[in-house]
């Protein structure tokens, strides 16, 4: 019975969400598998990844075949080289103990790598919120300006509607009304 080691799609439609299964190759994509070695989510980013390290050199091992993608993912994780490592120990290259002090030196660092990318992905997402944040005030505050002269026009419009200019000031109004209006268009097409 030949053996493959691929993703079985999960998820919902435009989400998916992989299993990484050893199954016959005979067997239907999300049809019946012989082991389940752990999950794939690209939805997020980095993608998350769960594997059974253990569980999947030991299918290797056997002779399980895996498809290009779950090769991706596995030599992502470190499966193939501790594959690798495992023939090396076989064939008397270097011990147990050299080999896993390998697996896990290179474990570390790629550990460090994910990271490293984490946290570059956070600070961009910061650097792109303060950046929206900080247009936003410079938008507001030129609100706050463009209005301040409406207000001290008025206070001049009540002060002279009290005296004998009311008829003068009127005109006046109309010709700030509608520059008042005029602002307010173009406040309106800038958003």
Request: net charge negative; glycine share 2%.
């Given at each position: 019975m030949p053996v493959k080691i691929r993703l079985q799609r999960h998820g919902k439609k435009g989400k998916p969400f992989y299993w990484i299964v050893a199954a016959d190759s005979r067997s239907k994509r999300d049809g019946k598998y012989l082991e389940k070695l752990g999950t794939y989510n690209p939805n997020v980013n980095p993608a998350e990844i769960n594997l059974d390290i253990d569980g999947a050199v030991q299918w290797l091992d056997n002779g399980a075949q895996p498809t290009d993608t779950a090769r991706a993912i596995l030599s992502y994780k470190g499966v193939m080289l501790k594959k690798h490592l495992a023939g090396g120990v076989k064939k008397g290259a270097f011990t147990a103990e050299q080999a896993e002090e390998k697996f896990n030196?290179?474990?570390?660092?790629?550990?460090?790598?994910?990271?490293?990318?984490?946290?570059?992905?956070?600070?961009?997402?910061?650097?792109?919120?303060?950046?929206?944040?900080?247009?936003?005030?410079?938008?507001?505050?030129?609100?706050?300006?463009?209005?301040?002269?409406?207000?001290?026009?008025?206070?001049?419009?009540?002060?002279?509607?009290?005296?004998?200019?009311?008829?003068?000031?009127?005109?006046?109004?109309?010709?700030?009304?509608?520059?008042?209006?005029?602002?307010?268009?173009?406040?309106?097409?800038?958003?």
């Open positions: 030196a290179w474990l570390e660092g790629k550990n460090k790598e994910v990271e490293a990318k984490r946290s570059k992905l956070n600070d961009a997402e910061a650097k792109t919120k303060a950046d929206a944040l900080a247009a936003e005030k410079a938008v507001n505050e030129q609100r706050i300006a463009d209005a301040t002269p409406v207000e001290e026009v008025e206070e001049e419009i009540v002060e002279a509607s009290s005296t004998d200019e009311a008829e003068e000031t009127t005109e006046e109004v109309v010709e700030v009304s509608a520059t008042e209006e005029a602002v307010e268009e173009t406040a309106k097409e800038e958003e």
